[in-house]
């Protein structure tokens, strides 16, 4: 049986077109829906100070496409080289681009269509190795997940807006009949893993490279946490009670008030029935008790495990619960195998426009049969967001070195708003632990104890 470092993607530049075509279309059809389903004031509106007006959001991903595949990769003089400021992400902070002379909305389509349709022609005649950024067509993946990053961006844009729904998409499935037979929690044996990857071919800079890493054995739990796990922690007065909280999330929920996952609101404040309301693109509806908890910050998070008598995974557990195959010794791309995501897997690519119900897809479960370790919702850790060991900043550093020591802490898993190419298990995001906008929830651990104990 082959480790994961000894894994080796053929040189095949007509399946590496075909996939780069295949990624990139389905990212620039997502584009065109989330910012085609709005007029063009709710384009150009700020509707939150964290987020950027969503034609920024479009002609930046022009612009990054143009920087990388048009230039750096086939060399072509540059297009538009005087928006270069406008749309640097690190020249002007979200809350000042409303004010800059950016693109219209028909301007921004008509540059990204330009484009995109000379970065598809240096496509074709890319040999796909010979470089960093050729090899194994690594550019042109790295700009789909761009995309793809920027379009879950605008997806939040969308659930910040007021107005009415301006996105559908069916409800996810069922959790089938075995979910509430599920143990609680796996046992996750000690001992060393792979964790990073040299194999990947479209892996980003801070998921290299691999190396060896121990972990002790631990327990995780076999689910996220569920709305209804999260309302009891709610209703034994989790937010009053400062024993639960670290010294910062205690400062920080009593400086902003919070009292359940942001969009969450009492019946009580509305008259209108049931326990718990929720706004989600544009529609009020009942809080479903089985979703994964949705909408909470890492200081949230953390107190909830306290009051459980548990605590956030570290990001190597997390990864090891996710890709370790104890049976052969050899870490997986996804908790299900080294397949693409697909449909039967995992929540992903915005098909559905909420979590599944906690249970769903066993099979995309993990070897020790953990389930919804990918999509639903990125998973917060207790770690920060740190360089491995030997990390080298590519093909730029603003990507990840600059949020290094920058008091992020690492999120896994990926939401319902991830498409695939930007979702694996060696994957890392990273934000702030005040940030509850992101589709963030959660899972809990715990050390072993005493046998036949469980905290």
């Not at 070195?401 to 990273?430: H, I, P, Q």
Request: hydrophobic fraction near 35%.
């Amino acid at each position: 049986m082959t480790t994961a470092e000894e894994r080796t993607v053929p040189y095949d530049p007509e399946a590496l077109r075909a996939r780069a075509r295949e990624v990139l279309t389905a990212a620039r059809d997502r584009t065109t829906l989330l910012t085609g389903c709005v007029d063009e004031h709710d384009l150009t509106a700020q509707h939150s100070p964290l987020m950027s007006p969503l034609v920024w959001d479009l002609a930046h991903i022009g612009n990054q496409e143009e920087q990388w595949l048009l230039r750096a990769v086939g060399g072509r003089d540059a297009l538009r080289p005087d928006i270069d400021p406008l749309y640097d992400a690190f020249e002007h902070p979200r809350s000042e681009r409303p004010s800059l002379p950016l693109l219209s909305p028909d301007e921004a389509r008509a540059y990204v269509s330009e484009v995109r349709g000379r970065a598809l022609d240096v496509l074709e005649s890319s040999p796909l190795r010979g470089g960093v950024l050729l090899d194994g067509g690594f550019a042109f993946g790295m700009i789909a997940q761009h995309e793809q990053q920027h379009d879950e961006t605008m997806l939040i844009t969308h659930q910040l807006r007021h107005g009415p729904a301006a996105l559908t998409a069916p409800p996810p499935p069922h959790a089938p009949g075995d979910a509430a037979l599920l143990p609680p929690e796996v046992l996750v044996p000690g001992g060393s893993f792979v964790m990073g990857t040299d194999t990947e071919p479209w892996a980003l800079d801070n998921e290299r490279p691999g190396h060896r890493r121990n972990v002790p054995a631990f327990f995780l739990d076999t689910l996220p946490v569920s709305n209804a796990a999260y309302a009891r922690f709610i209703e034994a007065g989790g937010y009053d009670e400062p024993r639960w909280w670290s010294a910062d999330g205690w400062t920080h929920i009593r400086r902003h008030g919070l009292y359940a996952p942001r969009f969450w609101r009492h019946s009580r404040q509305t008259g209108e029935g049931g326990p718990w309301l929720r706004d989600r693109f544009g529609v009020t509806e009942p809080v479903p008790p089985q979703e994964p908890v949705l909408h909470v910050c890492w200081y949230e998070a953390d107190a909830y495990a306290r009051w459980a008598g548990r605590r956030l995974p570290t990001e190597a557990e997390w990864e090891k619960a996710a890709c370790h195959d104890p049976a052969t010794g050899r870490s997986r791309r996804y908790p299900w195998g080294d397949a693409d995501p697909g449909p039967q897997h995992a929540n992903l690519s915005q098909r559905h426009l909420q979590p599944a119900p906690v249970g769903s897809y066993p099979d995309g479960a993990s070897p020790l049969g953990v389930r919804q370790l990918m999509g639903d919702v990125w998973e917060w850790t207790s770690s920060d967001f740190r360089p491995y060991p030997g990390f080298r900043p590519f093909p730029y550093r603003e990507y990840s070195e600059v949020f290094f020591d920058d008091g992020c802490k690492v999120l896994r898993g990926g939401s319902f708003a991830v498409d695939g190419v930007a979702c694996r298990g060696t994957f890392r995001n990273w934000d702030h632990p005040v940030r509850r906008q992101i589709f963030a929830g959660f899972r809990t651990a715990r050390d072993p104890g005493p046998a036949g104990v469980t905290a």
